[in-house]
């Protein structure tokens, strides 16, 4: 007579289908993207000769567009290259067994088809273009306005904060940063002397940046057209075909008080009293529930620690059919975070923030952020 599996054991099924479909996205980025410039050569030539002819130089640009995609998909399948074994102890190879933690340091020790998979791979293949859209933004000079806006009000809160004149080691300043990303902000504060920590739990992110932040020694060595995918509302062609190079700074660990950690931050973050500093970016209303992360942001605080946040509140669980969401506005929001027990001592909206945004496109997508600063009081 069969038993049936423990859940530890679904739940590593699940947790390598995922990883393994993860891949399988980057692999099929290229087939995907080639599918839809082939698209627009069909449509092309199915259209009378005169509009063909009056087409010819954006005929030029499509065959252009498929070399920018051989260089992507260059890029893309170096971040895949060693994924396999990038967590400590777990191997996600076919054969592989997974013994071992998924939380990792600086060199990640211590993460035919049917048309209902077609459809999953076609979004799947959307996320790595949204990650190579994520290392312009966090890793090329194309993306310094965006780092300027996002992340240096919370630098300089850090700065104020912890000021160098008067420590002259901020090595024991511990400094958290949830939804990490492609890790820059995270790096940006453990090049300023602190101890930090990233915290990410999407593989499509923890994929890229563990290529960035541990192969990518040499500054400006690759090169990425992030805008590739999109058609519509360019000035020029030339627009979709813009490259940019990174990383802008060689960022292979040289920080020793840097490191990723993969993993819901719900789950892989419960001590308490544990952290000086919570900074979070365009990180809380990733949460089905928010309120549970502001609870957890404060457990996880020591006495007298502060949360830096700056974001806007998308919510992005809000529309998704069979999910959980809750989207208290901004006024509410505050409420709970004092409700919680937090002082807020700073606090700043319509903060001017972009996302990835494609610089020249006719179309400009801005939010009207917050920015608030929060104390966990003494005991």
Request: aromatic share 10%; proline share 5%; charged share 20%.
């Amino acid at each position: 007579m069969s038993s049936l599996p423990a859940a530890d054991e679904i739940d590593e099924a699940k947790e390598r289908a995922h990883f393994q479909a993860v891949v399988n996205a980057f692999k099929y980025y290229k087939l995907c993207c080639l599918d839809r410039i082939h698209k627009s050569e069909k449509i092309i030539s199915m259209l009378p000769k005169t509009h063909q002819h009056r087409l010819e130089k954006y005929k030029a640009y499509l065959t252009k567009f498929k070399n920018c995609l051989d260089v992507n998909n260059n890029v893309v399948h170096m971040i895949i290259k060693h994924v396999d074994t990038m967590f400590e102890n777990v191997d996600h190879s076919q054969d592989g067994e997974t013994n071992g933690t998924e939380s990792f340091g600086c060199n990640y020790n211590n993460c035919e088809i049917s048309s209902q998979k077609q459809h999953k791979m076609q979004h799947d293949v959307e996320k790595v273009q949204s990650v190579i859209k994520n290392i312009v933004r966090d890793w090329s000079s194309a993306g310094a306005v965006e780092r300027e806006q996002c992340y240096k009000p919370i630098l300089d809160e850090l700065e104020a904060r912890f000021p160098v004149d008067t420590l002259n080691d901020r090595s024991h300043i511990k400094v958290l940063v949830p939804g990490a990303g492609l890790g820059r902000l995270a790096w940006e504060i453990a090049a300023r002397g602190f101890t930090c920590q990233g915290n990410e739990f999407s593989l499509f992110m923890l994929f890229a940046s563990n290529f960035i932040l541990n192969k990518c020694p040499e500054a400006n060595k690759h090169t990425v057209y992030p805008w590739l995918h999109q058609y519509v509302n360019h000035m020029t062609s030339e627009h979709q075909a813009t490259a940019a190079t990174f990383p802008d700074v060689p960022p292979a660990c040289h920080h020793s008080h840097f490191s990723i950690a993969a993993g819901d931050f719900l789950k892989v973050y419960t001590e308490t009293d544990e952290w000086d500093c919570v900074a979070t970016c365009f990180f809380i209303d990733c949460a089905p529930n928010v309120i549970e992360f502001i609870e957890r942001i404060y457990a996880i605080l020591q006495p007298g620690g502060i949360w830096i946040n700056l974001g806007p509140l998308l919510y992005h669980y809000s529309d998704m059919p069979n999910e959980i969401s809750i989207e208290p506005p901004y006024d509410i929001l505050v409420d709970i975070i004092k409700d919680v027990g937090f002082d807020i001592v700073k606090e700043r909206t319509g903060v001017k923030t972009k996302y990835a945004q494609n610089p020249n496109s006719m179309l400009q997508h801005e939010y009207n952020s917050v920015f608030f600063v929060c104390r966990k009081p003494n005991l």
